[in-house]
């Protein structure tokens, strides 16, 4: 994703400091003064209209980002709010643009042109201060978007269940590469995003870390959303329940859990009984992430749901 080649975004300060010393630099070696003044007028304002236009071309347009991570953005700091921002920098970038030209101008023909020079500076630095909340804030953003796992548009697998079930086992388990542990702002664990070949296809799977194991009714809103966010990923979920118990929750509790998933999302939800080398659970899927027994048949049996996404994709798309 290119989140995570945004650059940071500086302060209105950091701006002035950088474009104030460039147009000084550049003035060194002018020998007629006044000429000078004008110059770093102009000098002033073209930099400080670059930099404001480069930061604004550094965030991807939001109408256009996948809706994973436009939901994230909207959920934590809401879609018009960060639009808003990014608009008040690109009107301050307008305003050096518009009204640099004129500064330089009337820097020349006054009578002091040192005065006007840091009238002019002035006038520049309190827009770009204007705006000082709005680059704190596209900043906040970028440091939390910059680290959001990579997901994509293909088959995906969601994992759900109670801690300690063994959700990012079986994900490092079955990724054929070092899965990626990204963190999602939702929760305090790092998330983990692993793929695995399948023939010339690709499965993606997801963790969900202290999302899915509360009951609906104690979730606040802002939870609700942020699961949502990642059901949405989902072609099917995968529900890992702990027969052994060992995960702290009875077989009753994880069970509820199960229902409760099911019942709450509108995909197909496939449950599998982990942990089969301390105890098995019948009527249901059941593997072992540290034995590799019954794992190889949990992906079969997940694949079924790739050809009927496949099928539900192609009939979105005609
Ligand atoms: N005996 C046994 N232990 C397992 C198995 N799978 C996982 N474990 C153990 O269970 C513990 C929890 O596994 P994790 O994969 O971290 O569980 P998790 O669901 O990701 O937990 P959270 O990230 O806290 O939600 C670890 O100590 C694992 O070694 C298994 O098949 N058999
Ligand atoms: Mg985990």
Redesign the pocket.
């Known amino acids: 994703m290119e989140f995570e080649r945004i650059p940071t975004v500086p302060t209105a300060d950091e701006i002035l400091d950088r474009c104030l010393r460039r147009a000084a630099l550049k003035m060194r070696l002018k020998k007629n003064k006044d000429r000078a003044n004008e110059e770093f007028v102009r000098a002033v304002s073209q930099a400080i209209h670059d930099r404001l236009v480069r930061i604004v071309r550094s965030f991807p347009e939001l109408n256009e980002i996948p809706p994973f991570y436009r939901d994230i953005v909207d959920i934590m700091w809401g879609l018009d709010r960060v639009k808003k921002s990014l608009g008040a920098i690109g009107w301050a970038a307008r305003w050096a643009r518009t009204h640099g030209p004129g500064l330089a101008y009337q820097t020349r023909k006054a009578e002091d042109t040192a005065v006007l020079r840091k009238r002019a500076v002035a006038r520049l630095s309190s827009v770009v201060h204007q705006i000082d909340e709005d680059l704190l804030f596209l900043n906040e953003i970028r440091n939390v978007v910059r680290k959001l796992p990579h997901v994509s548009d293909e088959f995906t697998v969601v994992?759900a269940?109670?801690?300690?079930?063994?959700?990012?086992?079986?994900?490092?388990l079955v990724s054929s590469a070092d899965p990626e542990v990204a963190s999602y702002p939702f929760t305090t664990?790092g998330i983990?995003v692993g793929h695995r070949m399948v023939g010339d296809e690709r499965i993606q799977f997801i963790?969900?870390?202290?999302l899915l194991?509360r009951a609906p009714e104690e979730r606040n809103a802002i939870e609700r959303q942020a699961m949502t966010a990642i059901i949405n990923l989902a072609d099917v979920i995968l529900c890992?329940l702990?027969a052994?118990e060992?995960?702290g929750y009875s077989i009753e509790e994880q069970v509820r859990l199960l229902h409760d998933i099911e019942a709450l999302v509108d995909k197909p939800v496939v449950a599998v009984v982990?942990?089969?080398?301390?105890a098995y659970f019948d009527g249901y899927l059941n593997?072992?992430?540290?034995?590799g027994?019954g794992v190889n048949e949990v992906i079969d049996h997940l694949l079924h749901f790739r050809k009927r996404s496949q099928q539900e994709r192609k009939a979105v798309t005609g």
């Open positions: 994992v269940g109670y801690p300690n079930v063994g959700k990012s086992s079986f994900i490092r664990r983990i963790d969900t870390p202290g194991e890992i702990d052994s060992h995960c982990n942990k089969s080398d301390l593997m072992s992430t540290e034995t027994e």
